[in-house]
């Protein structure tokens, strides 16, 4: 007998670099920009509190979101096998169980470390988490419907890792103008989450998978995204002039005023053009959300 023949043993372990491709580490960077943004708006100097900001980078980014991914592909692995059979769980190099056994293995690292840091960082951990697995799994499954689905990771995207970043060196509660910015952010990237469901807008259909394009069309889908983008950073605009901030109010007008441009040049082939206002307009958003974090990270009380 050939060793061609022979039958390729089944494999017990998982890849390394599969494991890498299953937490998907491209990802991280939305959260950990958000917590960036956090750790700035504390208004604590960072040198000094390496620990915790090296711990809450890890918890933000590999843990919970790398997390959140390994769960989305455990609960997708059916669909996956039809579609991208070359993904880690389908293709065998992240074998049997293993899928399953990492979501839940960095879902208590990520709660043991979170605890660790503080109460009030294990209480964002465990909502992140908790939403993390209600996006992919059933019976919840918010990934099945656009309304929810995007507000659940605007919210562990943007919101949570922000609050994460200030809570850790505050070491308490952030304070009001921290939780509205980040709040705020969290709701505009409810609308940049629309973005990604123009470039499947047939399939969803077919898959009953109930996108905001599903079932506003893809012209409401474009209204809704540009004012749900655009109305958080006219508040936040508004707050940080309350707040004696008018050259960060000017700054993120200023940022807001060329999305308003782009968004025009979108919504004109909104299919085609999705992932290039994700990578122009988008951009300018995040920059917007620095430049808040650096307006409150003065104001009296932090």
Request: glycine fraction near 12%; hydrophobic fraction near 55%; charged fraction near 10%.
């Amino acid at each position: 007998m050939t060793s061609e023949a022979l039958p390729r043993p089944r494999r017990a372990w998982p890849q390394p670099a599969a494991v890498l491709e299953l937490f998907k580490p491209i990802t991280w960077f939305a959260p950990m920009w958000a917590l960036a943004c956090g750790v700035v708006s504390s208004g604590r100097p960072v040198l000094e509190n390496i620990g915790l900001v090296l711990g809450a980078i890890v918890l933000a980014g590999p843990l919970v979101c790398g997390t959140s991914q390994v769960v989305n592909d455990w609960f997708d692995r059916h669909v996956d096998a039809i579609n991208e059979p070359h993904r880690p769980i389908p293709s065998g190099r992240v074998p049997g169980q293993w899928g399953l056994g990492l979501a839940i293995g960095g879902t208590i690292a990520a709660l043991v470390l979170a605890a660790i840091l503080g109460p009030w960082i294990l209480v964002a951990g465990i909502l992140g988490l908790c939403l993390a697995w209600a996006y992919s799994a059933p019976p919840f499954r918010l990934k099945g419907n656009g309304w929810f689905g995007n507000a659940a990771v605007g919210l562990c995207y943007e919101g949570l890792p922000w609050f994460t970043g200030a809570g850790v060196l505050l070491g308490q509660l952030p304070p009001v103008p921290i939780l509205a910015l980040a709040g705020l952010y969290s709701l505009g990237a409810h609308g940049i989450m629309i973005l990604n469901d123009f470039k499947a807008v047939e399939g969803d259909r077919e898959m009953n998978v109930r996108s905001i394009p599903v079932q506003l069309g893809v012209a409401g889908a474009v209204r809704l995204a540009c004012v749900v983008m655009a109305v958080p950073q006219v508040v936040a605009i508004g707050l940080l002039w309350s707040w004696d901030r008018g050259p960060h109010a000017a700054v993120v007008g200023g940022l807001l005023l060329v999305q308003l441009l782009l968004m025009r040049r979108w919504a004109a082939r909104p299919k085609q053009r999705a992932a290039w206002y994700n990578a122009t307009g988008t951009t300018l958003f995040v920059l917007g959300m620095m430049v808040g974090a650096q307006a409150v990270r003065t104001l009296n009380g932090i």
